[in-house]
């Protein structure tokens, strides 16, 4: 999500982010209109815009299980 949101923040498109995160060899600018990387990215940013506005918190309250 960091990177995502880094990418955004220095105007990079959300196909340049996913070529950046994915590689080029399997992010592809013909498909990209159908692709699963199109999609995750654009989750991954909408999570990540989430999580810095007030989300960051819920990291520290993860319950942890002790055995």
């Known amino acids: 999500m960091l990177r995502c949101l880094d ?3 220095e105007q990079a498109s959300h196909f340049e982010v996913a070529t950046a995160l ?3 060899r ?13 999609y ?3 989750r991954l940013v909408r999570d990540g ?7 960051y918190r ?3 309250r993860a319950r942890r299980r002790f055995s």
């Open 40 to 42: 995750q990215t654009r």
């Open 58 to 60: 819920q990291l520290l």
């Open 49 to 55: 815009l989430k999580m810095v506005e007030r989300g």
């Open 26 to 38: 399997l992010v592809s600018a013909a498909d990209w209109h159908d692709s699963a990387f199109r």
């Open 22 to 24: 994915f590689g080029r």
């Open 7 to 9: 990418g955004r923040e």
